[in-house]
């Protein structure tokens, strides 16, 4: 990889500044028309409000788009060593996930400009794809051209998708043939550094027929005083009979506006795990939309969410039932400390062709503090008969007995909270047979809670 140098284009998002932009891609012609149509929907929903269902409850006002700026190139590859990033690991990045586990590849972008692109041979060798989306759009272009925002995450859905599909920067790929089986796991990072900087990475992966991976993803920023923006997609495509874990930890400063739309499609019989953390950001919106397209598809989402100080924190589910003998089974669980507040809307929709159904939502939000504030709104739209579908909310405060039981063996105030968060968190522990994300999760809620380096 060669490096070239990074600047940073005007401030803003309008037309002057997509032109701009546009012309210093050097991209296929299919992918300069893809954008074209986006940011001329993305214009058009700027004419219109948002979607009051989903963002009644979140107050953009603050967020000024002007204010923030693209990191371009000024030459037609990626930057290879941006920000001095080198081939094994830079300490100026905080991750929780980069060292925890070896893994078969990784794939990191810092203000949209690629660092590093790594992929061990034996899986290059039997057609594993896993690199930057910049890149492999001219190299496997034929490859990416029918999935890529075709499938999932469309330019016309919404402001957010437009915004997104227009001005998306980097992003990672994931391709792995038919019957193939990735043992280890994968790692992307998604980095912040430039005050100021936007990031629209997209995250694309397709698995074949029968084919097997684990992907671990993560945002973090490398400044804690640096503002920044982020408005991210990701499209996971699961073909008959594939497994996929992904899980992807939001780790961003808390000067960090969090705005990412989220799908995925699973054919017959196939399986998928998708794991969401929300840990930082200033404000935090996802809208994750799960689609069970063939008989027998099964998708298990779970959630871990901590919010301190005055953060906000919303998450906008969908779990479309479009096939007979589905499953969905999704779980969200939520602590807030100080002034924050969690907020999740969630949908199980189950269409006409989709009987036997059985489709769960669940959502529990634990109350640190009395100024803390957690809205869940479950939701069900069903079309048709021989189902089973079920959802539940709970929202409680901390009993007091149960801290004043742990204090009189001991432990401190601070330990015995440690303890009855851990514990409520647990169950979705039980749920990610990963390690090195149960570990990691747990080490994040110390440090939420004061007892570890960060607060």
């Known amino acids: 990889m060669s490096t070239v140098i990074a600047s940073s284009s005007a401030a803003g998002f309008s037309q002057e500044v997509f032109e701009q932009f546009l012309s210093s891609r050097n991209e296929p012609a299919w992918v300069s028309e893809l954008r074209r149509e986006a940011f001329a929907k993305y214009t058009e929903f700027l004419e219109q409000p948002l979607d009051p269902e989903e963002w009644k409850r979140i107050d953009l006002r603050a967020l000024k788009p002007s204010q923030f ?258 499953r969905s089974d999704l779980l969200y669980k939520d602590v807030l400390r100080d002034e924050s507040r969690v907020i999740w809307r969630g949908m199980i929709d189950v269409e006409k062709g989709a009987p036997r159904t059985d489709g769960y939502q669940r959502n529990d939000s634990l109350l640190l503090s009395t100024t803390a504030r957690a809205d869940a709104i479950p939701g069900l739209e069903i079309e048709t008969d021989d189902v089973r579908c079920t959802h539940g909310a709970t929202v409680g405060e901390v009993d007091q007995d149960q801290i004043l039981y742990c204090m009189c063996r001991g432990l401190s105030r601070h330990e015995a909270m440690h303890i009855i968060v851990e514990g409520f968190f647990q169950q979705v522990y039980d749920r990610i047979p990963v390690p090195a994300v149960q570990e990691t999760l747990s080490q994040a809620v110390e440090r939420k809670l004061g007892l570890g380096r960060d607060t």
């Open 69 to 326: 700026h693209l990191v371009t190139t000024q030459a037609a590859a990626e930057a290879s060593a941006a920000s001095g990033l080198e081939a094994n690991s830079d300490p100026a990045i905080g991750t929780l996930l980069a060292d925890r586990a070896e893994f078969a590849g990784r794939v990191i972008h810092v203000d949209g400009q690629l660092a590093i692109s790594e992929l061990s041979e034996e899986l290059a060798a039997r057609g594993v794809v896993f690199g930057s989306l910049t890149q492999l759009i001219q190299t496997h272009g034929e490859l990416l051209k029918p999935y890529l925002m075709q499938k999932a995450v469309k330019h016309d859905q919404d402001r957010m998708s437009a915004w997104h599909a227009a001005f998306w920067t980097g992003g990672t790929v994931l391709y792995v043939p038919r019957n193939v089986r990735v043992e280890a796991p994968l790692y992307g990072l998604v980095a912040l550094a430039k005050d100021k900087a936007a990031d629209f990475s997209h995250t694309l992966v397709i698995l074949e027929d029968g084919a097997e991976a684990t992907l671990l993803e993560e945002t973090t920023s490398l400044h804690a005083t640096h503002a920044g923006l982020h408005v991210g997609g990701v499209e996971l495509l699961l073909g008959q009979e594939a497994r996929l874990r992904y899980v992807q930890l939001q780790n961003w400063n808390h000067r960090t506006w969090h705005l990412a739309t989220q799908a995925g499609h699973v054919e017959k019989d196939g399986f998928l795990q998708w794991t969401v953390g929300g840990l930082g950001s200033r404000l935090a919106h996802t809208h994750q939309d799960v689609s069970l397209d063939g008989r027998g598809a099964v998708a298990q989402v779970n959630g871990v969410t901590f919010a301190i100080n005055r953060q906000v924190i919303s998450y906008y589910t969908q779990q479309t039932h479009r096939a007979p003998d589905t």
